[in-house]
């Protein structure tokens, strides 16, 4: 076991540590920034489709349904192409309106989660058109699939998915970024410069990961706190509910993610000197909200760690702790915001002596519904 893990203690950290080559492998032949190609071939064969799509229905659990989330912002905002996202255990008991001219996303890691599998037979017999974004090759999702993109990212031996999502959204961003281009709703310019920030993610991943000694220290620092909560806007919102469930499943701490503006409305009424709350705060068009939410955390006493792009001098000056992340575009920005949460979970599972790669009541896959 010790040498299937590479000298790491735990596969969760073996597979953080892995990601800068799994995105690689990833985008590895498919995006080719220098002469503007994406090559997809379940994209490139199914375009016409793709494009006409009236409406893309994401269906996904866990994690996985964290990476639709963050693909519902792109897509539209890219593509203009309307998205849902959803649960595949309500999606497939709710009797939901699927016409011909949805396009079905379905997101999975294993391939084989029962509740997104049946909600795929079953939006497939009505008719829709089925894309899998699936890291498990051969398995029952992609085989039902009528065309896919493997997120090529290994084996994820670790209950907690890390690698698997960021491969998810390497996937899903290289998607809307050819659906977006083939309908003409971003430019050549834009298109090329969103291929130049995936392809760089690699690199900035790499960063993240030289500076794990600060998370390890925040880590220890906040341990013990009872629950936390973790704030996003935007991009980074599906970041926030990330960042929760990771704490949750390794070092079942309670932990809730929010969209940053949306905490006035209740979980605000829980902040005071004993709550940690995680901001995923990176320079992008919501930087100066995002900067009021800190402030009015700060108001009453919560404690502040910051993801914060580096080279920003104001978040971090205001913030209890800072985990910093390379400046990128904020549509790619996800992908890197997310690792230093994923390490920060890991790192207080550990401080707790838990065995984070397996934890207590959780499935790596769950076949039965
Ligand atoms: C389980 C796993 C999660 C995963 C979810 C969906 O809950 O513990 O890590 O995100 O299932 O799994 P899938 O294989 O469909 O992505």
Redesign the pocket.
Known sequence: AAIEKGGYDHFMLKEINEQPETIFDCLRGRLIATTGQIIMSGIDNNIDILVNAQRIVIV?????WHAGLVAEYFFEELCRIPVEVEYASEFRYRNPIISKGDVIIA???????AD?LVALENAKEQGAFIFGVVNAVGSSIARLSHAGAYTHSGPEIG???TK?FTGQLAVLMMMGLKIAYAKGTIDHNRYVELMKSLESVPEKVKEILANVDTIKAIAEKYKDAKDFLFLGRGYNFPVALEGALKLK?VSYIHAEGYPAAEMKHGPIALVDENLPVVFAATKDRYYEKIVSNVQEIKARKGKVIAVASMGDEVIPNMANDTMFVSDIDEVIAPILSVVPLQLLSYFIGIAKGFDVDKPRN?????TVE
């Open positions: 996904a659990c866990g994690t996985s997101i999975s890691q294993s391939g084989e989660t997104t209950v907690a998915s698997a499943e959780l499935a790596k896959s769950v």
